[in-house]
């Protein structure tokens, strides 16, 4: 079965920088787009990047776009978000996210927490 | 593209009927002729679950009970028969326009 699994969520301090990481296994990686959303605590979902199937096309949330980076390694099942200049009101759980069917989401991972804090 | 629900908060008695309406700043029909209009229901500590894709398909193992309609620009999503497990919180989402966006949310609890 589909699972998603994120990593590389912590504690760091306002302006520094995290990358979390997404394992992905149970589908076929290289053929699907793979998309990063969070939720600060206690609030609402916000989406946040999407990548391509082949890595070669990818777009940004607003809040996010120029600080974060999306990537993948479709030789190891793994989506990427690199997150720079991170600001308090970064701190969310980050889920990976994946459906086959377009516009939509239907794999969910369990998440991974950031907080961002001094 | 903004999505507004309401209401935000739903009190409901068990055994009854509920309803959210999501209203979208653009219309949501895509190029291809379909709308990607998603129901999603979270409960505490867990991640979102889809109920609904592309306006009314149900996806599979979930109950009759849960319904969902509406073309352009308004959008609801129908339980017909509340029970206890459907406590949580109900996003929308549209996967038409980038960036893809989600409503604020409705929590419904049990009165």
């Known amino acids: 079965q589909v699972q998603l699994l994120e990593s590389g969520g912590g504690v760091v301090r306002p302006g520094r920088s995290l990358r979390l990481s997404c394992a992905a296994s149970?589908?076929?990686?290289?053929?699907?787009?793979i998309h990063w959303v969070r939720q600060s605590p206690g609030k609402g979902l916000e989406w946040v990047a999407v990548?391509?199937?082949?890595?070669?096309?990818?777009f940004y949330a607003e809040s996010v776009r120029g600080r974060f980076t999306i990537s993948r390694d479709n030789s190891k099942n793994m989506l990427f978000l690199q997150m720079d200049s991170l600001r308090p009101d970064d701190t969310a759980v980050y889920y990976c996210?994946?459906?086959?069917?377009?516009?939509?989401?239907?794999?969910w991972g369990q998440g991974t927490l950031v907080i961002v804090s001094s | 593209v903004v999505l507004t629900q309401s209401p935000l908060s739903l009190p409901v008695t068990l055994g009854q009927p509920a309803s959210i309406s999501c209203k979208s700043s653009?219309?949501?029909?895509?190029?291809?002729?379909?709308?990607?209009l998603n129901w999603f229901h979270q409960r505490p500590g867990q991640a979102p679950r889809r109920l609904i894709y592309k306006v009314s398909i149900r996806d599979s193992g979930v109950p009759d009970r849960f319904g969902g309609s509406g073309s352009g620009t308004d959008f609801t999503l129908k339980i017909s028969r509340v029970e206890a497990e459907d406590v949580g919180v109900y996003y929308c989402m549209q996967g038409t326009h980038w960036p893809w966006t989600f409503g604020q949310g409705t929590r419904v609890e049990i009165k």
């Open positions: 990548i391509s199937f082949d890595g070669n096309n990818y």
């Open positions: 996210a994946m459906s086959p069917q377009a516009g939509t989401l239907y794999h």
């Open positions: 149970g589908f076929a990686f290289t053929n699907y787009g």
């Open positions: 653009q219309n949501l029909v895509y190029g291809d002729g379909d709308t990607y």
